[in-house]
């Protein structure tokens, strides 16, 4: 049984292949295009499919369009109501509805071959449940979905049971703690459904000192949901054009918008424990990458595990469709085998790309000694391998590494990457020295999604990746799983004793990740970076000869 997964409707398009029920690949189109989030959420863009990732999906597996048993659409134009109905009034909405019904015929076109009666439409926030609750190692499990909006809803709470979804709550639009955090990220000075990680990090700088007045407006209800009235942030602090110096007053908004946005999480955590009992909860939508929240989830509701999925927002929806059209179809569908779902390349393929470019390179004995060497003196690497992450975290694939001793590095990185001073880089860490540098975070957390407190004796030891409020965003590097990068870690370690690394992604600002070995050269000759390891070769930056 063979299932393409497409999301397109909104933004980060994407797509995922499901062959018998195994996930064989998964890319988003914005590795493909070179475009930021694929497309801007915009209705006029909302035909606009992620050909180039569904193509390379087909290919992977070598099946052609017409050998699929079906496609999987992340979004049900049937389930859309008018733009009063929703409480939006979003005149766009009618174009998205009419994109949307026409989706077969444009996948029919995009796909030669494919049979538009084999385009299934899945409802959105289905779709999000299944990326987590059927992608998770526990095949049972409770799910909670949040994110901007769907068809008509912005949120589900639910269980799997043996791979069967039950739904037990849905939020009506217009309530939204999505759309909620996007306004905020706009009147910030950010751009909206992007950078709402900015806002997450602002926060940090801010005390929560309008959390009063927020809880009136942002609360859950008795029934799993919650409400979003209408907020006025300029009672709280002037907007910000693009590029605007924040005050104060900006940080404390922003963390008053967050500690709301937590609690309320908790609350619908703790709702959706009492009616499922599991002991697991599994989590995705856009709402879901805020990894400060999800830390509190696990610390404060009575899960004892929380399972979120690496590329939860509208990517994911691909992969989530798939699965759940595969066990529609009968299959019995398995957890997915790790974010690494993307392109990736032989040794001869790399070192063909390194000919071409006509540039200087080697093959040192082992890669991660060299890399590990150049990280010990300061230096700065860029990090090519395997296949690519699916999700928007850098998880030792497609990495900027660094030396976390010495606090001028963070904004050494920042400059480097070219982004705002106040954003933070995350460690990589050996998963058997975890436990004595993070605690209050989940170990092992192979992805990212959370946050951990530095220890006491740690914090000037890791300066650059402890965030101003003592934390970092951890992600524990298993050798079982991860043995290349646990190597050069371990080599890293033997010569500053230091178990840690800066890993931060491969891209500067405003482009998507680096995904092939051409954009890896590009971003590698266009910034001041020492060493680029591409595989098992390197290469190095002239040093440059000071002027006279």
């Known amino acids: ?50 050909e180039l990732s569904a193509a390379w999906c087909l290919a992977e597996a070598g099946i052609r369009p017409e050998e699929l048993d079906a496609v999987a659409y992340s979004f049900d134009p049937g389930l859309m109501v008018t733009p009063e109905e929703t409480g939006l009034f979003d005149d766009g909405d009618t174009m998205r509805k009419r994109y949307a019904e026409m989706a077969p015929d444009f996948l029919a076109h995009a796909l030669p071959g494919l049979d538009p009666a084999k385009v299934h439409f899945v409802k959105h926030h289905v779709a999000h449940a299944a990326s987590a609750g059927k992608a998770a190692p526990q095949r049972d499990n409770a799910v909670l979905v949040l994110d901007g909006r769907g068809e008509a809803h912005s949120h589900l709470a639910g269980r799997y049971v043996d791979g069967q979804l039950e739904i037990l709550a849905g939020q009506s639009l217009p309530h939204s703690l999505g759309l909620m955090y996007e306004e905020l990220t706009d009147h910030l000075g950010f751009l909206r459904s992007s950078d709402e990680f900015k806002v997450m990090a602002m926060a940090s700088y801010g005390k929560p000192r309008f959390l009063g007045e927020l809880s009136e407006l942002i609360r859950a209800t008795d029934d799993g949901g919650f409400r979003t009235e209408r907020i006025d942030f300029t009672e709280f602090a002037p907007r910000l054009g693009r590029g605007d110096d924040w005050t104060e007053a900006h940080a404390d908004l922003a963390a008053s918008v967050q500690q709301r946005l937590e609690e309320v999480l908790v609350d619908l955590a703790r709702w959706v424990h009492a009616r499922t009992g599991e002991k697991t909860l599994t989590m995705a939508g856009g709402t879901a990458l805020n990894c400060v929240a999800n830390t509190r989830i696990l610390a404060e509701s009575p899960f004892e595990e929380v399972w979120v999925q690496p590329a939860a927002g509208d990517a994911g929806t691909a992969l989530g469709a798939a699965l759940h059209v595969a066990a529609e179809l009968g299959e019995r569908t398995e957890p997915m085998p790790g974010a690494a779902l993307g392109r990736g390349w032989s040794d001869d393929e790399i070192q063909r790309w390194l000919d071409t470019a006509a540039i200087d390179y080697e093959r040192p004995d082992d890669v991660a000694e060299a890399v590990a060497e150049v990280l010990a003196d300061n230096g700065i690497v860029a990090w090519f391998q395997g296949r690519s992450e699916y999700g928007p975290r ?9 030396h976390p001793g010495f606090e001028a590095n963070l904004e050494r990185m920042n400059d480097v990457k070219g982004r705002e001073q106040f954003r933070p880089v995350a460690p990589m860490v050996l998963l058997e020295r975890a436990p004595e540098i993070f605690s209050r975070g989940p170990i092992p957390s192979p992805y990212m999604l959370f946050v951990h407190d530095v220890a006491e004796e740690w914090r000037e030891r890791i300066p650059t990746v402890t965030h ?22 371990s080599a890293f370690e033997r010569r500053t004793s230091l178990p840690v690394v800066v890993n931060t992604s491969l891209n500067t600002a405003g482009r998507p990740m680096v995904d092939d070995p051409r954009d890896a050269l590009e971003c590698f ?24």
């Open 1 to 50: 049984m063979k299932v393409l997964g497409i999301n397109a409707i909104y933004h980060d398009p994407a797509a995922a292949l499901v062959v018998d029920g195994r996930v064989v690949a998964a890319a988003e189109e914005e590795r493909f295009s070179r475009r930021k989030h694929g497309k801007r959420p915009l209705p006029w863009s909302a035909w606009e499919l992620p």
């Open 394 to 402: 850098a998880l030792g694939h497609r990495s900027l590494l660094a």
């Open 468 to 489: 101003v409020d003592g934390t970092a965003r951890i992600q524990t590097i298993d050798p079982a799983t991860e043995p290349l990068v646990h190597r050069m870690i």
């Open 525 to 548: 000759g266009s910034a001041p970076v020492d060493l680029l390891a591409i595989g098992p070769f390197v290469v190095r930056r002239p040093r440059r000869t000071p002027r006279p």
